[in-house]
């Protein structure tokens, strides 16, 4: 345990809880493609069925952590961050934060008056986007708060919507 402790520049036990919820994460991630994926091509009813969707749920949980671990090499550096654990608290940062701001445009487009079927594309998803940019950015922090890296999703969110020529928002 001290071993693993080392490598992840876990101080603290609280920390556990990154590694904990980025390994359900990615569990959970494995297993919905996985039945996306199976369940096009049998009966969700078949032991085949059971036992492919245990295999690949291991399967894919497996080449999401090798290349989760794989991206933490590159960005540990470049995101300048303190500890490793920190990158995992990141990574989950933003899972959650698209996932909100993805749930949370179906009913503002709703409320807007613009629904998926009755509207084209070229006005539904170009609308839905510029709605969902607010949300992401003001969420980005939220979340970032929520997990303890308030101070690198801030500067993140600044970064981004500077180099989409807003910058001029964040100017003293």
Not at 59 to 65: A, D, G, P, V
Not at 110 to 117: M, N, Q, T, V
Not at 144 to 155: C, D, E, I, S, V
């Amino acid at each position: 345990m001290e071993k693993f402790k080392t490598r992840w520049e876990i101080t603290k036990n609280w920390q556990f809880i990154h590694v904990i919820l980025g390994l359900i994460a990615s569990f959970v991630s494995a297993f919905l493609l996985s039945k996306a994926i199976i369940s096009k091509f049998l009966e969700a009813t078949s032991i085949t069925y059971l036992v492919l969707l245990s295999l690949g749920t291991l399967l894919l949980t497996f080449l999401i952590i090798k290349f989760t671990l794989w991206l933490f090499t590159k960005l540990y550096d470049r995101w300048g961050v303190s500890y490793r654990w920190e990158l995992i608290a990141i990574f989950l940062a933003f899972a959650v934060t698209g996932s909100t701001a993805g749930r949370l445009s179906n009913p503002l487009m709703e409320i807007i008056g613009l629904d998926k079927d009755l509207t084209s594309g070229w006005i539904y998803w170009p609308v839905r986007i510029l709605l969902i940019f607010p949300i992401y950015q003001v969420l980005l922090v939220i979340f970032g708060w929520l997990f303890g890296q308030y101070t690198f999703f801030k500067a993140f969110a600044i970064k981004m919507v500077s180099r989409m020529g807003l910058g001029f928002i964040f100017t003293k």
